[in-house]
């Protein structure tokens, strides 16, 4: 693998490597290893650390340095090599890469990771090939740990970057945000996305004396559906409505004839940056209070929005100039490792196109793969420009 990775000149090469490589979340080992063999000889320093117990852990990371000259800009790539589990029915195995198609109808490259997103990682390590030193200083923040609990992940990275003093100007993550074509859409900002847990206490009781007995569904129906009777917001210039969603009701109760004694529920908020996960919990928590319910919450991130401006704009200008396409500045989707990110500095995501990632045969266009080098290569020469 050494000699494939240091000889590899092209894109596809280096995505092959690490598609190559197992790494379900949470992953270490191997494809860190991959990823090392291809930034050492580029005069990067790698620094490597593995923390985290299981259920979440171990995690590893990666940080990847190599200082420009003093006082110069400061630009960071950012991503995961952990990717999720492939699931059966693939046509050719999920790590054993594999190309299809003509030059005429274009090949792509099948295995897991190849869009989410070890194909951007590829293309960000040929991008930097051509990058001189002079040009200004240069990091790469990959992380084991996106698409699974991100508990000892970037946090982690963030944490250490912190002590050493390491501190971006801009950040690019390589998510695939692409729709129906490369470049298409970039994501400017995120909506924050917070967990809850209602349980509501009763007391059991035969159902043919409901006098005896306090039924906690009653109670946490009328909860549920006073909180889906709320309109959090319309929306924002740059962010769609936040929305409440109940994703579970539970009361564990076998019998026909028995009022249970507790009944549970799980609502998921997507939110915009009009809110916080904590202004959330507060609103909920009285809600439920009213009905007799107790709540836990989990804030897995707060929304956060990359005003469009300079940063954007050379992204925008980069895209525009390889594929001749207007980009749609977006915040759409899910939660990546931007919401932690965004702590460090200004941060936005591009990658590559985005429809059969978690899907069974996920595949990248070499085509695709070659301009996103071109495009990342553009995006780093212009911020470490500023």
Known sequence: MTQLVRAAADVADLAEA????????????????????????????????????????????LLAVRHGPEGSRHFSFAGHVDVVPPGDGWTSGPFAPQRRGTPETGELIYGRGAVDMKGSIAAMVAALRDIPVEAGTISLIITGDEEGAATYGTVALIDYMRVEGIAP??????????????????????????????????????????HL??????????????LKGIVLDTGTDWFQASNLEVTDVSCGNPATNVIPAKAAARISIRFNDLHTGHSLTEMVTGIAARHGASVRSVISGEAFLTPPGDFSAMVVDAIR????????????????????????????????????????????????????????ARITRAALAG
């Not at 990067?44 to 590893?60: K, L, N, S």
């Not at 906690?216 to 006073?226: D, Q, R, S």
């Open 18 to 61: 690490l598609i190559a490589c197992p790494s379900v979340t949470p992953a270490t080992g191997m494809v860190f290893d991959c990823l090392e063999e291809m930034l050492s000889p580029l005069g990067f320093a790698v620094h490597r650390f593995v923390t985290g117990t299981a259920p979440d852990g171990p995690v590893e990371n």
């Open 169 to 210: 100007d801009l950040i690019l993550v390589g998510e695939p945000t692409s729709v129906h074509r490369l470049g298409d859409m970039i994501k400017v900002g995120r909506r924050g996305s917070v967990n809850m847990w209602i349980e509501v206490e009763g007391s059991q009781g035969h159902v043919a004396y409901p």
């Open 213 to 226: 007995a306090d039924n906690p569904i009653t109670k946490l129906v009328a909860c549920l559906a006073e």
């Open 321 to 376: 100039a390889e594929t001749g396409i207007d980009t749609e500045i977006s915040t759409s989707g899910g939660t990546s490792d931007a919401r932690f990110l965004k702590a460090l500095a200004p941060v936005i995501e591009f990658g590559l196109c985005n429809a059969t990632m978690h899907k069974r045969d996920e595949a990248v266009a070499i085509a695709d793969l070659e301009a996103l080098v071109r495009i990342y």
